[in-house]
């Protein structure tokens, strides 16, 4: 039957080659085992060369950053040499630096005029500047110009932190012009407190001040640290016994009622913050549906 197989089948039933055969491995003859005393003279009379000392790791590493903070602070201050923000031939700049607002941590697809319309809430706007770089793509900040500092002083009180396009920006005063040697944030100035360093020390919140909450609850975690406090002192006071303790009971129930009060206007206090920002809302909302309507009579006039 063997002979009806293929031949490839048969192939896989076939013999291995036989092994070939290697001659054995002369063994070498090694030297005994010796001694270094007939060396010793040697090394004496031997004319040892100078060590050389190598560069480590590190003092390269510590080299290479000293070398990049010097071409950087020359940087720097070519550039600072070169800046002038009242440089004639800046034509994107403002007419008066101190009705001008700036406007920064926009997002990178929001348009000039989308800034207008945002800011045209608080009053009528002579000019709405956003930088851009060299392509025309948006570096995320810019200028706005009021017809009336109430209106910029308006917009930099409630404008701060505010929403667009699903990102809180910052609003603060132009400062390049306003405020003597002032200096941006990439010549090693600015007022940003975003890279200082690492988490603990780096601004985590939006805006030019912390949300109200992280106020308030640094506040509350304060008060509640000296509430542990009296604790402990009015358990420390119980437990001592004698006749002085109905005094200090009395005593820690006065200052209990004093810190009620203090929550109790300090409530009354932020009530009468919110309803005013209420008014103030309302009256902002008046004001728009006024020009609105002026707007929309002017229009129909001509």
Same mark, same amino acid.
Request: net charge positive; glycine share 10%; hydrophobic share 20%.
């Given at each position: 039957?063997?002979?009806?197989?293929?031949?490839?089948?048969?192939?896989?039933?076939?013999?291995?080659?036989?092994?070939?055969?290697?001659?054995?491995?002369?063994?070498?003859?090694?030297?005994?085992?010796?001694?270094?005393?007939?060396?010793?003279?040697?090394?004496?009379?031997?004319?040892?060369?100078?060590?050389?000392?190598?560069?480590?790791?590190?003092?390269?590493?510590?080299?290479?950053?000293?070398?990049?903070?010097?071409?950087?602070?020359?940087?720097?201050?070519?550039?600072? &040499?070169?800046?002038?923000?009242?440089?004639?031939?800046?034509?994107?700049?403002?007419? /008066?630096?101190?009705?001008?607002?700036?406007?920064?941590?926009?997002?990178? &697809?929001?348009?000039?005029?989308?800034?207008?319309?945002?800011?045209?809430?608080?009053?009528?706007?002579?000019?709405?500047?956003?930088?851009?770089?060299k392509d025309g793509k948006s570096r995320g900040y810019g200028f706005v110009e009021f017809e009336s500092s109430r209106d910029l002083k308006e917009a930099y009180k409630d404008a701060d932190g505010r929403k667009i396009n699903k990102r809180r920006i910052l609003v603060d005063v132009e400062r390049g012009r306003t405020v003597r040697d002032w200096k941006p944030r990439r010549l090693g100035g600015g007022l940003g407190g975003t890279r200082k360093g690492g988490k603990e020390v780096n601004q985590r919140f939006s805006g030019r001040e912390p949300p109200q909450h992280e106020r308030?609850?640094?506040?509350?975690?304060?008060?509640?640290?000296?509430?542990?406090?009296?604790?402990?002192?009015? /358990?420390?006071?119980?437990?001592?016994?004698?006749?002085?303790?109905?005094?200090?009971?009395?005593?820690?129930?006065?200052?209990?009622?004093?810190?009620?009060?203090?929550?109790?206007? &300090?409530?009354?206090?932020?009530?009468?913050?919110?309803?005013?920002?209420?008014?103030?809302?309302?009256?902002?909302?008046?004001?728009?549906?006024?020009? /609105?309507?002026?707007?929309?009579?002017?229009?129909?006039?001509?």
């Amino acid at each position: 039957m063997a002979h009806y197989l293929p031949p490839a089948i048969m192939a896989l039933f076939a013999p291995r080659p036989p092994i070939p055969y290697k001659e054995p491995i002369a063994k070498r003859k090694m030297y005994s085992y010796s001694g270094v005393a007939g060396f010793v003279q040697k090394l004496k009379d031997y004319d040892h060369p100078p060590p050389v000392k190598k560069e480590t790791p590190q003092e390269r590493k510590k080299k290479r950053k000293a070398r990049a903070k010097e071409s950087h602070e020359k940087r720097i201050k070519i550039q600072t &040499d070169k800046y002038n923000p009242n440089h004639p031939d800046n034509t994107n700049m403002t007419k /008066d630096a101190f009705k001008t607002l700036y406007v920064a941590r926009l997002s990178y &697809d929001i348009t000039a005029e989308d800034l207008k319309q945002e800011f045209e809430y608080y009053g009528p706007i002579v000019k709405c500047h956003l930088v851009t770089d060299k392509d025309g793509k948006s570096r995320g900040y810019g200028f706005v110009e009021f017809e009336s500092s109430r209106d910029l002083k308006e917009a930099y009180k409630d404008a701060d932190g505010r929403k667009i396009n699903k990102r809180r920006i910052l609003v603060d005063v132009e400062r390049g012009r306003t405020v003597r040697d002032w200096k941006p944030r990439r010549l090693g100035g600015g007022l940003g407190g975003t890279r200082k360093g690492g988490k603990e020390v780096n601004q985590r919140f939006s805006g030019r001040e912390p949300p109200q909450h992280e106020r308030r609850g640094d506040r509350g975690g304060g008060d509640r640290d000296r509430g542990g406090y009296d604790r402990d002192r009015r /358990d420390s006071y119980r437990g001592g016994g004698g006749g002085g303790g109905g005094r200090d009971r009395d005593r820690e129930r006065d200052r209990d009622r004093g810190r009620d009060r203090d929550r109790d206007r &300090d409530r009354d206090r932020r009530r009468r913050d919110r309803s005013g920002e209420r008014d103030r809302d309302r009256d902002r909302r008046r004001r728009r549906d006024e020009r /609105d309507g002026d707007r929309e009579r002017r229009r129909r006039r001509d």
